[in-house]
């Protein structure tokens, strides 16, 4: 199972307030308009101050990114008990993927639309991730293919389908009527086992 690499995220208190201010000012502004010194205004520090911490406005962005989807990667593979049928599997994975990223909608949306800043070899990192979740949602579809309880033209396709639709929920939640976490990990399960054509 992945977990967080030490090396990339620190642990002290005083660097988690930093990723937390610098989320709250990426969700705002995005990356290429926020400045270190944003950052540090947000926690009464001069920019000077994130340096032992962070090296750069990139690397910053790279813990925020690297803890965001190893976090989903976790609360995935929690949600997926293997032995239950595919639908009651998909139902638990989405609504925990769709969940978190409500939950988390500012974290989400950095996390999610600000990975082309990465640096090549970061960005590397963080693609591997991703793939890492999307096999979580493809072997829970083949499943449901194999044993006829999913209707699926396309595994990839619907595979991608369905993870687009979590992803998204960060850039509008909360919106409207939804302002529940909960409200939207119904939804969304619901419409991931109709989207596979779920059977039972």
């Known amino acids: 199972m992945t977990t967080l690499d030490d090396g990339v995220l620190s642990t002290s208190k005083a660097a988690a307030r930093i990723r937390a201010a610098a989320i709250e000012a990426f969700a705002e502004k995005g990356y290429g308009g926020t400045t270190t010194r944003d950052i540090a205004a947000r926690l009464g520090l001069s920019p000077a101050a994130m340096y032992p911490h962070y090296k750069s406005k990139e690397e910053l962005l790279y813990a925020i990114t690297y803890e965001g989807h190893v976090r989903c990667v976790e609360v995935l593979t929690a949600a997926d008990h293997v032995d239950d049928s595919p639908s009651v599997r998909l139902r638990s994975v989405v609504g925990a993927f769709s969940g978190w990223h409500a939950t988390h909608h500012a974290r989400g949306r950095v996390v999610q639309y600000e990975l082309t800043a990465l640096s090549p070899e970061h960005y590397r990192t963080v693609i591997g991730l991703r793939r890492d979740i999307s096999r979580i949602v493809k072997r829970i579809v083949r499943a449901g293919a194999e044993d006829g309880s999913f209707v699926v033209p396309d595994v990839e396709g619907v595979t991608l ?13 909360p919106s409207g009527g939804i302002t529940e976490p909960e409200a939207v990990a119904d939804l969304y399960s619901e419409l991931a086992l109709r989207l596979v054509g779920a059977q039972d």
Not at 161 to 173: P, T
């Open 161 to 173: 389908a369905i993870n687009s639709l979590c992803v998204d929920v960060c850039r509008w939640f």
